[in-house]
């Protein structure tokens, strides 16, 4: 066994060089930092999220994948503009880019769309990666860009043509019915790479409603965003839903989907509902990976090499 950090130390000094710039910057535009809770009653019910199960006093808990929820609840309790710079778990795949415990930065905005917050992702990129200002397409954009095809009316067929053309076609069952299955193959195997090589990092806005998870819909767009660098996914903002039958709503559909594949259970978080039942202002919200951030900045190839221990050594 290696007792050794991952990280050299010089890379944790730089890291948390790196943390005091992000903080400086939020709170010089009007955020301030908040602390919640990393074990919660409720996990989420994201049919592609798994949470970490913790067991405290004979209850079940979950390890949080994301503040989202408990900040949103600040938000409606009268908090205005909030960061939070914390850990966050998740049961999923290991790899350069991926460990269970990872570092999150999260902020909301009252009052802001989510390309307001996209400005604002640019300007603390900018600031960390010294990189050149975000290339922002639409998701239909980089669909018809890349691919040659509208996401948004292209049948199977065509998403099955131009896998076929790449080599990918065996991937999906043949019988896949789900375009979003067909969607986030293209995405992550074509699209994305296809922008890897590019200086400035890019934005993708305007996602397929079926892809709405937490944002609102609007002239049957999700307002929400997704941002990369040297392919490798960095933040995931959204202009935040804030109708709670609508949430509601979505939360059972995604537990449907979970049943039907034969996912762990998930349940509502009832307080995130009373939450929004109470009103949250309208805002937008936005989740950045620190670990891949700083990564990047520091030209690494993999996470492992800013984080003190990774999994294998905690």
Known sequence: MNWQPSATINALRKRAEMLC????????RGCFEVETPLMAQFGVTDVYLTPIKAL???????????????????????????????????????GRWHNPEFTMLEWYQPGYSHHDLLEEVDALLQLILGCPALIKKTYKQAFQEVCGLNPFTASIFDFKTVLLQVGLDNVLDKDELDRDQYLFLLMSHIIEPHFADALAPLAIYNFPPSQAALAQIKAGEAERFEVYFKGVELANGFHELTEPQIQYER????????????????????YLIEALHAGIPACSGVALGVDRLIALALGYSSIQQVQAFDVSRA
């Open 56 to 94: 405290c006093n004979g209850a079940q808990y979950c390890l949080q994948t994301s503040p989202e929820y408990h900040m949103k609840r600040l938000l409606a309790a009268g908090s205005g503009p909030i960061f939070q710079i914390g850990k966050a778990f998740r049961d999923d795949e290991l």
């Open 21 to 28: 710039i992000i903080r400086n910057f939020l709170t010089s």
């Open 251 to 270: 939360f059972q559909q995604d537990i449907a989907v979970r049943v039907e594949k034969g996912l762990p259970e998930a349940y509502p978080d009832t």
